[in-house]
């Protein structure tokens, strides 16, 4: 049953494709750690870089963190109940909401920020703090977590779920939150999985939001190869890989985990 | 659990949706209190939509009202009707326990917890199931979700118990067994039940009564086996059973007889010019006997019995169910017997 590919030729082209990809990330990542990239390893293995990057650009990792939480938060309790909604209403105009939704998907980033300064620039503390940030990053990733959730709120069983729980007696409250929402959690995690990875990396968007208070990781990271070291943009990309990557393999192995206890 | 079972009445229910389809016509239909009402016909004859309206969970049109006991419930919101449903795909709540599935009628309706861990238990009992109780309910056989589908309906003991095709998602053997079980189960609940399925065979051995419904309507109601013997419409007839059609011409139609070759018997004039026999009623004998003469052109063997189809001149070949140890073969002349008595009499629809 476990026979692995005897094809030689497939398993080249498989290592081949994994040492290009791989490469970059390895290069990059040494590129951090030595105290002089063109010289190599020569040079000798340093921790400076990686300090220098915690400190100058420290709290925009954390601030990465923080908006992608918040986001992932604030499009749940948007996102889910708009999912029920659409998924519900057969009409035409729900339909049309829900290519508005994920217009600014397809729209550039850096149009999007454009509207979004145009309309609440002059907002002055709104402008100025991390929320205005928070806000473009939620209208950029909720149209994700609503497709996966409306999609699972319309899938007949659940419709039937809810049938049965209106002969037993419960009302809209206990029926959402009791019956609905927990049965189509594998949906809603999945989702959210999506939403934190795109809110972590984004770039366009941010870069036209962002104040020089206000920065999150991605712009740091742009900062830096513009004007420093090459060795501390790769220490960035580190510290991008060493904060971001076990947050991202929590989150899925919660969502596997939440889809093999929720499968039906 | 049951106290004191109520009745149903239906007056002029119709349903016609958005687009203008009608799903069911205006329909009367009465329910005695603890009867189980089958509502049999093929796919898309109203037999579910009618079970929906019963549910709350569709609306009726203008006109009609439903009665439970006497009390109008026709705008009572489906959560305020107290009806129990057994859903096709049982609809269990995935994420719960089998006894939570159970309880959660009596929880959202504010039920202490002393009584739900009883009538849950009683329940489980009833259902045997209680060394699952706190299983999931992926984690059970399709028959056992179908039983922990029951217990949760009949749990906040609702006036009319509701089950729509509560068999159709087991597999046919399971099925034959779970059918006489859940019988017995719905008598022991002595609960007004309505009964929706597409199965003849489900819909005779479980329920008192049963309405035979086509196209948005109900055809002919009452007792499985009055309906088997005495159906008033073709469609009921060959619905219910296999049928022979037999035609006679406008000549023997007035004169009241049937006619196969040398073989005549009285049939009356008022059963038209279309007969309807069954299989089991028709029995074959040796060419010299008195009956229609025919010839064996195919013979299916299915141990208990064989079926034999017969040519007979001037008519379509018929069905004749036999016993298992009759020596008639492919090519052999037989005479087949008809008793006047055996032929289903309705009119001239064919």
Redesign the interface.
Known sequence: MNRRTQSPGLALITAIVAIFMLTPMVLSTTAALVNNYSQGLASGLTLRWLDQVITVYGQTVVWSIAIAVACVIGNIFIGVPAAYALARNPSRWAKTFEEILTLPVAVPGLATGLALILAYGTLRDFRQSYSFILVGHMIFTLPFLVRTVTAAFQRP?LV??D?????????FR?RFL??LV??V?PAIAAGSLMVFTLSIGEFNLTWMLHTPLTRTLPVGLADSYASMRLEVGSAYTLVFFIVVLPMLWLFQWCTHLLEK???? | MQTSAVSVNIQAAAKTYADGTRGLLPTNLTIEPAEIMALLGPSGCGKTTLLRII???ESIDKGGWIRFDGRDVTNLP????????V???Y?????LSVAANIG??LK??GVDQTRQRKVVGDLLDLVQLQEHAHKRP?ELSGGQRQRVALA??VA?EPKVL?LDEPLTALDAKLKESLRDELGQLLRRLSITAVYVTHDQKEAMAIADRMAVMKSGQIVQLGKPEALYRQPTHAFVAAFLGRVNRITRSAEQTVQGVLSLDTFTIPVPASHGSMLMVRPEHLSIQPPHLPGAPGVVSTRVFLGDKVQLTVSLSGQEPVLVDCHGDVPWQVGDSVSIAINPGNLLPFGESP
């Open positions: 069983d039937a779920m049938e049965a729980a209106k002969t037993l007696g419960a009302n206990q009791g019956i927990p049965a959690l206890k929720y499968a039906n | 549910a709350g969970l489906v959560e305020k009707r107290q009806v129990g449903m859903f096709q795909h609809a269990l709540f995935p994420h959660y009628g959202v309706r992926t949760r309906a906040a509701l």
